[in-house]
């Protein structure tokens, strides 16, 4: 609550605490559920009008890569990618090999057998054999990869909300779907950077008056 000119943070055990700023780190629905009255009001519309964008998953750890060469593809006329991550990380034994491969999905629903067998076959076709050196394999059908897609509608980049929240003195918000530069990690941080430098101006107007 910020209708006092101050943010106010109800703890789940229901105590409260005052604060001079508060940032929320979450995905915009979750910021949405923090945050009441007109604040509240705007940041479930944010949350309302963003555009997730997510993808089907498929990771592989496997004895040996039968191709050592073919570490990274991706697609054109197919929304797919594959890395071979262990090839610049140690995420695999001496020898052995983990692999992501993943599909962006479009708006909707999704059928995830098909889905699973789409990233299976592109397996078969830059690591075939793979089947053979397989020791463990995880399926995710719908992850989220990004919190928001900039969308022309919205007016791109510098559509997106934030991070100062309106009606909400002193409360700021920052994640990917926040600010207008940049994407995924890199909006992240970009936000967490605007969040600190308005808190720090905040403080310095607060110490001078």
Do not use: N
């Not at 780190?25 to 555009?51: C, F, I, Q, Y």
């Not at 073919?70 to 052995?96: E, M």
């Not at 830059?126 to 719908?142: K, N, S, Y």
Request: hydrophobic fraction near 45%; charged fraction near 20%; aromatic fraction near 4%.
């Amino acid at each position: 609550d910020a209708s006092g000119g101050r943010p106010r943070v109800r703890l789940a055990t229901g105590d409260v605490l005052d604060a001079d700023a508060v940032v929320i780190a979450t995905p915009p629905d979750g910021a949405a559920a923090l945050l009441d009255g007109a604040a509240g009001a705007t940041v479930r519309r944010w949350a309302a009008e963003s555009v997730p964008v997510e993808a089907a998953c498929l990771d592989v750890g496997l004895r040996s890569l039968p191709r050592p060469r073919s570490t990274f593809a991706l697609g054109i006329d197919r929304p797919l990618y594959l890395s071979v991550h262990s090839a610049v990380a140690r995420l695999a034994p001496q020898g052995g090999a983990m692999i992501h491969v993943l599909k962006y999905q479009a708006t909707g629903s999704h059928d995830a057998k098909a889905d699973e067998r789409e990233l299976e076959g592109l397996l078969d076709l830059i690591q075939p054999g793979w089947r053979a050196q397989l020791v463990e394999r995880r399926f995710l059908p719908r992850m989220v990869a990004a919190s928001a897609l900039p969308t022309a509608a919205q007016g791109g980049l510098a559509g997106r909300p934030g991070p100062q929240v309106p009606g909400a003195d002193g409360v700021y918000v920052a994640g990917d779907w926040v600010g207008d530069e940049a994407l995924l990690a890199d909006a992240s941080l970009a936000s967490a950077r605007r969040v600190a430098r308005l808190i720090a101006a905040r403080v310095r107007q607060a110490a001078a008056a």
